[in-house]
Nanobody
Framework: FQLVESGGGLVQPGGSLRLSCVADEPSVLYYDIGWFRQAPGKEREAVAC????????NYADSVKGRFTVSRAGSKNTIYLQMNSLKPEDTGVYYC????????????????WGQGTQVTVST
């Protein structure tokens, strides 16, 4: 299956965005999904993860209480709701699929989308 992210854009500090990660096949429902971001000159870092059945989520400390990851049931779509955005949230956001229970290690993800740019600035 392929993953396609969308929903990025330019937003002022304190604003909100909702990112979507859409798979073209229902087999994505069998995998954990992680949202990662990468700022220029920095490594890709995990932001949030959700298990295949949607029962468990994990968040980086930097986004806890501001971001929410969810799965849209049988619609092959995973969302990342981002509120109270800060300039340090700027970067390219990627979703990835993993069959490992380890959420934060990008090397364990076997499929990635192309990314969507998020810029938080005045």
């Amino acid at each position: 299956f392929q993953l396609v992210e969308s929903g990025g854009g330019l937003v002022q500090p304190g604003g909100s965005l909702r990112l979507s990660c859409v798979a073209d096949e229902p087999s994505v429902l069998y995998y954990d999904i992680g949202w990662f971001r990468q700022a220029p000159g920095k490594e890709r870092e995990a932001v949030a993860c959700i298990t295949d059945d949607g029962s468990t989520t994990n968040y980086a400390d930097s986004v806890k209480g501001r971001f929410t990851v969810s799965r849209a049931g049988s619609k092959n779509t995973i969302y990342l709701q981002m509120n109270s955005l800060k300039p340090e949230d700027t970067g390219v956001y990627y979703c990835g699929a993993s069959s490992s229970s380890v959420c934060y290690d990008p090397t364990l993800y076997f499929r990635w989308g192309q990314g969507t740019q998020v810029t938080v600035s005045t």
